[in-house]
C-alpha cells in the first residue's frame, strides 16, 4: 500500500522533472510564440519551393518540345540538301537509290515534325494553366524580391516559348527537292 502511495506520487513527478530536463538540454521543444512564427515561415518558404519547382520543371519540359521541333527541322533540312546535291550528279541505279533512301527519311522525319507539334500544343494547353495557378500562388509572397523577380522572369520565358511554338507550327512544311 505504501509503495502503491509512492509510486502514484512519483510517477507525475519524474515526468516532469523529465520533461524539464530535456527541454534544458534542447531536446524536448515547448510550443511558443516563436516556434509559431518558425512553422508559418517554413510553411512559406515549402510553398514558394514547391510553386517555384513546379514552374520550373514546366517550362523545362516545354523547351524540351522546342529543342526537339528545330532538331527535327534541321535534321530535315540536312537530308533535303543531300537530296538537292544528289540530284545534280549523273543518274545511276545508286543515285536514284540514294534520292529514294533521302526522301523516305524526309517523309518519316515530317511525321514526327507533326506529331511533335501536336504533343507539344497539348503540353502546352496542359502546363500553361498549371504555370499561372503556380505564379498566382506566388504573388501571395511578391513582397520578397527574389519571388517578384521569378514571377516576372518565369512569365516572359512563358510568353517567349509559346511564341516560339506557334512560330516552329506556322512553319510551312517542307517540301524536298523532286529531281526530273
Keep these: 500500500m505504501v509503495v502503491r502511495r509512492f509510486v502514484s506520487f512519483a510517477a507525475p513527478a519524474l515526468a516532469v522533472g523529465l520533461l524539464l530536463v530535456s527541454q534544458a538540454l534542447g531536446r524536448v521543444q515547448t510550443a511558443t510564440a516563436s516556434t509559431a512564427v518558425k512553422a508559418q515561415a517554413s510553411s512559406s518558404a515549402r510553398t514558394i519551393a514547391t510553386n517555384t519547382r513546379l514552374v520550373k520543371t514546366l517550362l523545362n519540359k516545354e523547351n524540351a518540345f522546342l529543342v526537339k521541333g528545330q532538331r527535327l527541322l534541321a535534321q530535315q533540312n540536312a537530308i ?21 533512301c533521302g526522301l523516305a527519311k524526309f517523309n518519316k522525319l515530317q511525321g514526327m515534325i507533326n506529331r ?41 520565358r512563358q510568353r517567349a516559348l509559346e511564341q516560339q511554338l506557334q512560330n516552329l507550327i506556322n512553319t510551312p512544311p517542307a517540301t524536298p527537292f523532286q529531281p526530273v
Design 80 to 100: 533535303n540538301i543531300r537530296i538537292t546535291a544528289l540530284a545534280g550528279l549523273p543518274s545511276t541505279p545508286r543515285i536514284r537509290a540514294l534520292i529514294a
Design 116 to 156: 511533335n507539334n501536336i504533343q507539344a500544343q497539348r503540353f502546352f494547353a496542359f502546363a500553361n494553366p498549371q504555370i499561372q495557378r503556380a505564379l498566382t500562388n506566388l504573388s501571395a509572397f511578391s513582397s520578397n524580391p527574389g519571388v517578384a523577380a521569378f514571377i516576372q522572369a518565369s512569365a516572359a
